[in-house]
């Protein structure tokens, strides 16, 4: 046994108190059929006989390491006990005590590795630390011999440092081992735009209608709980929160105004009482730093309160960053957002007014905006023609939202709120459909079917159109389902 390998003493053994870690790890690498595997572990996290406290256990493991480094990589416990059982070698009871161990199993390997690692940073800790204080007795060049010396290990026991690999390793990608998955929280027109772990971000300019979108996203979670199907959520739909935390965080409108509309909101989902697990603040005039920290101190709480976080929504979250332009601070705010829908399980959406210029795209503003929607599950855009808002998103990773879903809604006097209607665009659509099927009903007569051709024909000779045209409209009435091919060349009306 070499001295570089064992250097701690009896006493410091058991005040760490590591024999049974140790013990454990080589029961990991002594499982038949999943030695191999176990083995490049330790070996990645760069475990080696040093990092033993007790030295059978060191001394078994580089038996294990020798058999490995020799190229077997099946039937290494076999070959093991084969060479201690030839050489009666006193090891023998170290391997059988290990491979009774209570807890022979691969999955606690990453907490043995984990608990060797910090023991043998904190003995290294130590060691650097008597170093120098024995140094400060010293004459002034040997202290600085000893100060260079400690500099030198310091570094390298930060280039050690293994524990961001092991987590890294933990999360890692494996076919046999699916992460579960995420089950959608929030959807429009029967579509998933909200699922945990994802950023979500809706696009409005002023005046467009946002706050009815937060207060019907907020009474689509309350109807999820109470069943009331008669209730108008403008389309919006939710999974059943059970009892987990909605957070809202306002940051644009006064107190007064911010309870106005989730007043608004609750009598949307058509109740009276306040939800225990919907937690509501208004936090207008706050500067990004006291919102950041009122947004985790508001997960904190209402996850230990509630059990979870369903979702949250942040009615202004623009006000979270100094600067909407400054790429390093709006993505530096994006990926902390999305690391805290990660850690509590829950979709963030970010409400965030477009730009206002009149060559401005459907973006949200500056870089925050861009960045938003890069990292964005969905991003919801509301405009706004007339008196008609309509809500559309072809920016997502699940079924876009289109115009032909019927999301639109405008105000209401006698409701006090903004209610579902038909979309401008909607309405076109139901227009020009009933015109092709009146004409459809004409030129098909008592035929049953036509072809091609004869459809053709008939529709130029019923609206006196040019032979391009009437093609476009057999195309048209296709697309609208006013008529389906049966067979090759031959059309019906659909009844």
């Known amino acids: ?107 606690f390997l990453g907490k043995y590795i984990r608990e060797l690692k910090v023991a043998q940073r904190s003995r290294d800790v130590r060691k650097i630390a008597k170093d120098l204080s024995q140094a400060s007795s010293q004459s002034p060049d040997e202290q600085i011999e000893a100060l260079t010396r400690c500099s030198t290990q310091v570094g390298d026991l930060l280039e050690s440092n293994i524990d961001g690999f092991l987590k890294l390793e933990d999360s890692r990608l494996k076919l046999s081992m699916p992460p579960p998955e995420a ?180 973006d949200g503003r500056g870089h925050l905006g861009k960045q938003l929607a890069r990292k964005s599950e969905s991003n919801l855009l509301l405009k706004k023609v007339g008196e008609v808002t309509t809500i559309t998103s072809d920016k997502q990773r699940k079924a876009p939202i289109t115009e032909a879903d019927g999301v639109a809604f405008q105000w209401s006097d006698e409701e006090v709120r903004h209610i579902t209607c038909a979309g401008a665009e909607i309405s076109k659509t139901r227009i020009k459909k009933t015109e092709l099927a009146d004409l459809a009903f004409e030129v098909f007569g008592n035929e049953k079917t036509l072809r091609w051709q004869d459809l053709n024909a008939k529709i130029m000779e019923a609206r006196d159109t040019s032979n391009a045209t009437a093609g476009r409209r057999i195309t048209e009435m296709k697309d609208l389902m006013v008529i389906r091919m049966t067979s090759f060349g031959l059309y019906e009306r659909v009844t």
């Open 183 to 362: 089950i959608p929280r929030i959807f429009l027109a029967g579509k998933p735009i909200a699922t945990p772990a994802n950023l979500v971000s809706i696009i409005s300019k002023a005046k467009t209608g946002k706050t009815a979108t937060v207060g019907a996203i907020i009474a689509a979670a309350i109807v999820a709980t109470n069943g009331n199907t008669n209730a108008d959520t403008l389309k919006f739909t939710a999974s059943n929160p059970a009892g987990k935390a909605l957070l809202l965080i306002d940051t644009e409108q006064s107190p007064h105004d911010a309870w106005v509309c989730y007043k608004r909101a609750l009598k949307r989902a058509q109740t009276e009482e306040d939800p225990s697990w919907i937690h509501a603040y208004p936090c207008a005039g706050r500067d990004p730093p006291a919102l950041m920290s009122t947004l985790r101190d508001a997960l904190a709480g209402a996850a230990k309160r509630t059990g979870g976080v369903f979702a949250v929504i942040l009615d202004g979250v623009a006000d979270f960053v100094a600067d909407v332009n400054d790429p390093r601070e709006c993505n530096s705010f994006v990926a902390r957002l999305h690391s805290l829908a990660i850690q509590y399980d829950c979709p963030i959406i970010c409400i965030i007014h477009s730009n206002e210029g009149f060559k401005a795209g459907d």
């Open 1 to 107: 046994m070499s001295a570089a390998i064992y250097q701690v003493s009896a006493n410091e053994r058991v005040d760490l108190g590591l024999s049974s870690t140790e013990q454990s790890l080589l029961s990991c690498l002594l499982i038949r059929g999943s030695s191999a595997d176990n083995f490049k572990k330790c070996r990645d996290a760069r475990i080696t006989a040093e990092i033993f406290t007790i030295p059978e256990h060191a001394e078994l493991y580089q038996r294990i390491e020798g058999i490995c480094g020799n190229g077997v990589n099946e039937g290494i416990v076999d070959e093991l006990e084969r060479e201690l059982t030839q050489e009666r070698s006193p090891l023998l009871n170290t391997y059988i005590s290990a491979t009774g161990s209570m807890e022979p199993t691969s999955a």
